[in-house]
């Protein structure tokens, strides 16, 4: 069954869960994300957002299609000053051209451009 994602009713639905702490070493030691400008495109509720703040990186640009999912991450993500939020799509991020180093598209099944 498909999800609404700009249903108001589903904005919470990506925000309850935690990054698995396995992946969360996997990115440490093969990503080297501290430190780092990163982009979680499709973030949903901000789930993989919050982990990269929690592994060190300087800034997180949160990107997602859906403002209800956004509202959600708000939230979600109130307590990581290095996250920022923004509405758009894998291939619309709004960002400029190498403006990060570090780039998640856990949810998202769009191609990606070069950023």
Same mark, same amino acid.
């Given at each position: 069954?498909? +999800?609404?994602?700009? &249903? #108001? ?10 990054? &698995? ?5 996997? *990115?440490?030691?093969? /990503? ?8 979680? *495109?499709?973030?949903?509720?901000? +789930?993989?957002? !919050? /982990?990269?703040?929690? =592994? ?6 949160? +990107? &997602?299609?859906? #403002? /209800?999912? =956004?509202?959600? /991450?708000? #939230? ?6 290095? *996250? ?12 400029? &051209?190498?403006? !990060? #180093? ?14």
């Amino acid at each position: 069954m498909a +999800i609404s994602f700009h &249903d #108001e009713y589903n904005k919470y639905t990506y925000t309850g869960r935690h990054a &698995d702490s396995g992946w969360m070493e996997l *990115i440490r030691k093969k /990503a080297h994300p501290q430190g780092k400008t990163a982009a979680d *495109i499709g973030s949903g509720g901000g +789930i993989y957002s !919050v /982990a990269l703040a929690e =592994l060190g990186v300087l800034s997180v640009v949160d +990107i &997602d299609f859906s #403002e /209800a999912m =956004l509202q959600g /991450a708000a #939230e979600h993500c109130a307590a990581y000053g290095q *996250i920022r939020l923004a509405q758009g799509t894998a291939d619309r991020t709004g960002l400029p &051209d190498d403006s !990060v #180093e570090l780039v998640l598209a856990m949810g998202s099944a769009q191609k990606l451009r070069k950023l």
